[in-house]
């Protein structure tokens, strides 16, 4: 209960101050560039990584990146960089992440 109305407080300053729902909300910015890069901001860490798949934990749930060529150009505790031939990105809520781990 209390948890639903910090979020619906969360949801009103952000509208009535102007505010990127970024900023107070916790969820991801991601910004895409062509098929290339690819910058996430807020993510909560890498679960996965390879040449071809990118898992990150978010603060609900997970996002999934699919391509080829994956190189992280930059990491930081709640931003990264991932260069590559981007082919998919895909985004779970916490319910679906319980058994969608391929």
């Known amino acids: 209960m209390f948890n639903r109305w910090k979020q619906s407080a969360k ?29 996430v901001e807020n993510h909560r860490g890498v679960l996965h990584f390879s040449k071809e798949l990118v898992r990150l934990k978010l603060s ?14 930059t990491i930081l505790p709640d931003e990264l960089l991932l260069e590559g031939t981007i082919e998919e990105v895909r985004y779970l809520n916490g319910r679906e992440t319980g058994g969608a781990h391929e």
């Open 11 to 39: 949801h009103w300053v952000t509208g009535k101050m102007n505010l990127p729902e970024d900023v107070l909300l916790d969820v991801p910015r991601l910004t895409m560039i062509g098929q290339l890069h690819l910058h």
């Open 60 to 73: 609900y749930g997970e996002l999934f990146i699919k391509g080829e060529g994956f190189v992280i150009k």
